[in-house]
């Protein structure tokens, strides 16, 4: 794993802080906060090398963790919020346990048998999120963090959000974007998009406004995007209102973690309204 970013505190006191992961293809991202004192007190990025075979991620994030010694820390509370595409939402009335596992197949193929899959149930949009995650990967992190909390990320942004007027949230990494949009308090859509170039990004997002039909529908961006990028500058050539996210309200952070745009880990800290 390599450092993308790292702020720690000199001291973290177990008993009083909470651990909040996001686990993805690329990586994973930590941020940690005090909830004492409702502040924010670290935050972390290792990134995956996308070039190895993706057996290897799991023996990787083991490493990390060794390496590592605030993942030894035994915090009050650990989430552990898992952002991988392989997602199938499923409404109360028709869902069947049983066949949970074919549901996500059947959308998004058949893949190594070593996997499992894991639900969620979503009230606020009645409906059970079933994903599919590698069972090395999950068995590692049970191991490292007995007792913690485990979510998919649609269920947390499906969850958060009930907007009345329509709006596109995109959060960007290295290589994909997570996409949802909102409109009349319900969610209208939530996907995974994997792409290569700026154009890619603008392609997607200009599909998805023309099949909803919302012409002038403005964009909330969070995640590793510059105003100054290409990547933003493509977006603006078709959506004018773009709006960066900004830090969750009510809570404080460290002075090291407001050097930094707000919204490059701002969807991090808001997964810590699960658990």
């Known amino acids: 794993m390599k450092t993308y970013f790292e702020i720690l505190p000199s001291a973290i006191y177990d008993d009083e802080c909470a651990l909040v992961c996001e686990i993805s293809n690329e990586g994973i991202s930590c941020a940690i906060k005090n909830e004492n004192e409702q502040e924010y007190i670290g935050v972390a990025v290792y990134n995956f090398d996308k070039s190895r075979p993706a057996v290897g991620f799991p023996i990787a994030l083991q490493i990390l963790f060794n ?70 990967l999950h068995k590692k992190l049970e191991e490292q963090f007995p007792g913690a909390h485990y979510w998919h990320q649609y269920s947390v942004l499906l969850g958060s959000y009930s907007l009345a007027e329509p709006k596109i949230f995109a959060t960007f990494y290295s290589y994909k974007m997570v996409v949802r949009v909102f409109a009349n308090g319900k969610c209208q859509l939530i996907n995974t998009y994997y792409y290569q170039s700026a154009e890619d990004v603008s392609f997607y997002l200009l599909t998805i406004r023309e099949q909803l039909g919302m012409e002038n529908i403005p964009i909330e961006v969070s995640g590793y995007i510059e105003k100054s990028s290409a990547l933003y500058q493509e977006i603006y050539k078709y959506f004018k209102e773009i709006t960066f996210m900004a830090l969750p309200q009510f809570c404080k952070f460290d002075e090291n973690i407001l050097v930094y745009p707000s919204h490059y880990f701002s969807h991090l800290f808001s997964f810590d309204l699960c658990g």
């Open 67 to 136: 390496s590592k010694e605030f993942f030894s820390k035994r915090f009050k509370k650990v989430t552990i919020v898992y952002s991988v595409a392989e997602s199938a939402l499923i409404p109360f009335k028709i869902y069947d346990r049983q066949h949970a596992s074919a549901a996500v197949s059947l959308l998004h193929g058949d893949m190594d048998s070593n996997t499992l899959t894991l639900t969620d149930v979503i009230s606020e949009s009645e409906c059970y999120n079933c994903y599919r995650i590698s069972t090395p």
